[in-house]
Nanobody
C-alpha cells in the first residue's frame, strides 16, 4: 500500500504561482511512475503531467506545458508540481497518483494509488 497526501493548494490571482507537494508513505515510490491529474467542477478528471520512475523526462498536457513543471525526490518520497502563470481555467482539485505498471502515463486507469486531492482556485 502507498499512501499519498497532497498539499500546497489555495487561492491565487491569475498570473500567480503555486507549488503542490505530494508526500508518499507506506512503500517506496522510487519504483513507481507518478502523475498529476485535475478535476474542475462539472468536468471529468484530466491528465496534467507525469514522470517515469527513473526521473528525467516529463510529459505535460498541452495547456500547461511551459507553465507547469514536475519534479520528484525518490529518496525523500516526495513529488511536486510547480505551477506558474496560473489562469482561471486551471481552477480544479489536483491529485497525485502513482502506478507500478503504467503503460499510458495519461491514462488514470493505469495508476494504482491516489491522493485525496488539493483545491486550487485561480481568480481573475
Amino acid at each position: 500500500q502507498v499512501h499519498l497526501v497532497e498539499s500546497g493548494g489555495g487561492l491565487v490571482q491569475a498570473g500567480g504561482s503555486l507549488r503542490l507537494s505530494c508526500a508518499a508513505s507506506g512503500r517506496t515510490v522510487s519504483t513507481y511512475d507518478m502523475g498529476w491529474f485535475r478535476q474542475a467542477p462539472g468536468k471529468e478528471r484530466e491528465f496534467v503531467g507525469a514522470m517515469r520512475r527513473n526521473g528525467g523526462r516529463t510529459w505535460l498536457e498541452d495547456s500547461v506545458a511551459g507553465r507547469f513543471s514536475i519534479s520528484r525526490e525518490n529518496a525523500k518520497e516526495f513529488m511536486a508540481l510547480q505551477m506558474n502563470s496560473l489562469k482561471p481555467e486551471d481552477t480544479a482539485v489536483y491529485y497525485c497518483a502513482v502506478g507500478a505498471r503504467v503503460i499510458d502515463l495519461s491514462n488514470q486507469d493505469d495508476y494504482d494509488y491516489w491522493g485525496q486531492g488539493t483545491q486550487v482556485t485561480v481568480s481573475s
